[in-house]
């Protein structure tokens, strides 16, 4: 593996446009499973239940989300960033780093040091959640708190007495218009392109390393497990995100 990491930590130093495109494998790390490892979300709970159209269709969908954001927020709100965020921050730091493309929605890649405006969120961030009525945002605490106390299916105070959703993409739910486009031109413009952590099987997000792979970047795949894009990997790295994005930005710093 050390070979592998001496050629990411060259493609760091060499790229002028560096992505870096996280899942939910980045934040295993820190305690916040995956959703299709063994023990994932997805084996504990059906994804066919969660769906915005649930969701915003009956109280009943609205009840069962909010059981099941009642026991996934404490898991979020209470994580650490990781060495593989922080890693990633350092790169930001060493002035290395274009942006961030992540699939998560826990907040991690800010709290580690990656200023707001350098991460793009495609899937939402679970902190957040806005009336579909009025607009209004609120903090998901607050939603947490009403929920601790007592509250099934938190509205917006009358007089609106909306749906509160939390911001966060559900299935069946439109992408967001302006991040979509924003991680689709910043993959086709950089020059090189690192997966951390992802299955790459949620499309359309999956399409981004395919964008940057086709505009010219080397792609380098740093994931447990494989993904159907391995085979167009420069670089790929069978190891756990938090001690090889360590090493790798170890030696972008040594060789700097
Ligand atoms: P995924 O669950 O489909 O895949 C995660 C991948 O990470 C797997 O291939 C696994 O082998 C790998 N992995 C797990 N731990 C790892 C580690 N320590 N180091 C390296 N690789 C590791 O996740 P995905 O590709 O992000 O897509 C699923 C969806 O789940 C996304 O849309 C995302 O929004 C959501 N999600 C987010 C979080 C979060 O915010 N932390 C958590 C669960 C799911």
Known sequence: MQGEIERVAELVCRSQR???FTGAGVSTE???PDFRSPGGVWDRFDPEEFTYQNFVGSE????????LGRHIYPVIKNAEPNPAHYALADLHRLERLDCVITQNIDNLHQRAGVPPEKVIELHGNATRARCLGCGRSYTREE??????GG??????????????KPHTIMF???MPARETHEAERRSRQSDLFIVVGS???VYPAAFMPLYAKQSGAALVIVNLSET??????DVRIPGKAGPVMERIVERVKERL
Not at 143 to 148: G, Q, V
């Open 151 to 164: 509250v099934e299916i938190p509205v917006c105070p009358t007089p609106c007495g909306g749906i509160i």
């Open 228 to 233: 159907p894009h391995d085979d167009y990997a």
């Open 18 to 20: 560096l992505v870096v």
């Open 60 to 67: 009943e969908g609205r009840r069962k989300y909010w059981q």
């Open 172 to 174: 069946g739910e439109a």
């Open 199 to 201: 299955s790459l099987v």
């Open 143 to 148: 939603a947490h708190e009403w929920l601790e």
């Open 30 to 32: 820190s305690g916040i």
